[in-house]
């Protein structure tokens, strides 16, 4: 990926032709059907339909967890289809932040060591390290939950301690996937404030994947699957 | 990915799951302790056999007439200077001993038995067992003292005792039977009966006289450590042209046998339990890594190489199996010093004896075999962890993730 990595682009993510098929019981279920999608930097965008209707294989596609049968994908001016297994992981850990629905904390780490991680497996040095993630974990208002583990925390705590961990190396894409399927509407909320917050101070692209009408409501761009098409791409 | 991150995760996630984990390292504990006391028992038993048929009147290395093993008798001899000694350049050696060795019939007035007679001279039987067998009566007071000493079996069997007169006939140097009257001095305990009821002694002198010829059958010599012997042995081998010299492992097959074999025999007995263990650290470390495929699954998606998760169940299931050896050979040679007095295998004497061995046995730790069972249980521990490591990199992030 070295001739295109450090190539800036309008667009974080340039999708063009995406298809993907995956065999259900031996059966083909086309899950995307040539999908046409750029997304430019310092949107926040969602992307939303029924069940199957395809968004979050177009995030996990976008995200490098999974390939396209046909099209091309480039984050960040880089061409995914082109990159192995250990390059998608490098790109994964240094451009793109995901937040998982069930928040994917590591149990056996505190709050601030899961920040740290991610700049652990970067090779970020330790007082370095420590200084931003406390840093980040006061920018979301959880700095006093540092030391706490995942389990001593609340459902909305931990997807806050997961999107510092998202952010923390300020990446050029945050990927959502149904960030606000475990929690109540005041923590969505809240949390849906600390997104918008993010997007707008820090210029970070955001992209969700999401059922909750709440976050569409939130983001500046809605785009609509259905079928595993693009039915709907309005901004608002 | 930094080590110390794995090393701290790894330990965490061994400390997440304390009761299968701690049952996993019990098994381990004892697995590795078992070992260390069995292997401890078995080199016993090894030096057993070893000290037991150099001290048979074997020695390290003997000086035999050729033909000597295939016909013993006393026409099979050869001279030697009553103070002869080891060649300049040999190996330093604990002693030696000059013998007339012969076969006999002892005859009582109850009883006649086959025998071999030997000849000692006592100042130089420090090297073999008649030095440290327990004495009824006297022992012999010189090389030219013409009383015997008899087991205690042979004793029994003939129905005689302490100061009773036995004869003797053998065959003299000239070809012709010898008879000849003997006054027990003593009667010796050794350990095997089978010892007690062949050997029968008397003053070299005396057999000397007896067979007509001031010669001898053998010259035995003990070394401090057996690692010299075969520099003695090729010194003497220059020194005593013309005759045989063999180690103790020629002269004694059978013993030579078990001692090999009891060195394979610490090894198998490790893979044994050590190998059943494994099943059970493989199964334990599968569970585990199943029970969070969905984190694996996260911590690839965020970023970290597969290389990474598979040194990270590697360092769990080393972690386990250091502590566990660690403990485990702790224990193990807790058990091997409380039994520092010994096992005493007294009630089964006989099946003991026919293997050669004494009936206390001593277990003997060697810091090699310990340094093995440690590198060998580590080294097993990393082999078992790789099957669970691939089973978590074999799944895909997203796979990982839906689960």
Redesign the interface.
Known sequence: MSDVANRRTAHVVDCAGVSRTYQEDAVPVQALRDVDFQFSRGEFASLSGPSGSGKSTLLNLIGGLDRADEGAIAVDGVALNRLSESELSDLRLRRIGFVFQSYNLIPVLSAQENVEFIMQLQGVARGERAEQAVECLASLGIAELARRRPGELSGGQQQRVAIARAIVTDPVLLLADEPSANLDSGTTEELLKLLRRLNHERGISILTATHDPMVMSYAKRRVVLRDGAIVEDSAH | ??IK?LL??SL??I??HRRRNGMMLAAVVVAVAAVVLMNSMIRGMQQDMADAAVENLVGHVKVLAPGYRDDPGIARNFALAGDWRPPDGAPEVAGWAMRVRVPAVIMSERGTRGIQFVGVNPAQEGISFLSSARMVGESLKDASDGRIIIGQALAEQLETGLGRRLVIITQGADGLNREAGFRIAGLYDADGEGMEGFFVFTGVGALQEMVGAEVFTELSIRLHEEPALFALKDALVEVFTGLEVLDWRELEPQAAAMFVFADAAVLIWFFVMMGALVFGLVNTLVTSVMERI??LG?????????RSVVAQVVIESSALMLIGVAVGIALGLAAVFAMGDGLDLSLWSEGVESFGMRTLLRPVPLVDDVLLIALLSLGLGVVASLYPAWRAIKV???EA?RR
């Open positions: 990915m930094p991150l701290q995760m965490r996630n400390l997440r969905r984190e996260m911590l690839r998606a965020v970023g970290m190489r597969p895909k992030p997203l993730l």
